[in-house]
């Protein structure tokens, strides 16, 4: 399976944007499902969005419809997270994970043993 190294953590004012990626070695994401997830400090990871392996479909968790948005671009086996109008309670470490087939539900049904995971990347949103 690919290995997935999560960057484009950071510090960032309320307000502010940031834009995670997702790269991928050793094999093509191409044809899976990726998704996104957070957790934050004391509290268990949540999903935040997903992307299917055209990059037709995509599915966002509640709290970030409007604000993040999940792009692909297969021929550089990313995927990426652009966090806009980013709020403190924001503030964690987010990780990538692609799943083994190809629909969003793929992600979004798995259990996370099921998919294959990055080491994550922190995000911290100041007030």
């Known amino acids: 399976q690919a290995q997935l190294v999560e960057s484009g953590g950071g510090l960032v004012q309320a307000g502010g944007s940031l834009r995670l990626s997702c790269a991928a070695s050793?094999?093509?994401?191409?044809?899976?499902?990726v998704g996104w997830f957070r957790q934050a400090p004391g509290k268990e990871r949540e999903f935040v969005g997903a992307?299917?392996?055209?990059?037709?479909?995509?599915y966002y968790a509640d709290f970030v419809k409007g604000r993040f948005a999940v792009s692909r671009d297969n021929a550089k086996n990313t995927v990426y997270l652009q966090m806009n109008s980013l709020k403190p309670e924001d503030t964690a470490v987010y990780y990538c994970?692609?799943?083994?087939?190809?629909?969003?539900?793929?992600?979004?049904?798995?259990?996370?043993?099921?998919?294959?995971w990055g080491l994550g990347t922190r995000v911290t949103v100041s007030s």
């Open positions: 994970a692609a799943a083994r087939s190809g629909e969003t539900t793929a992600i979004v049904q798995a259990l996370p043993a099921n998919l294959n």
């Open positions: 050793g094999r093509t994401l191409g044809s899976v499902a």
């Open positions: 992307i299917n392996w055209s990059a037709h479909k995509t």
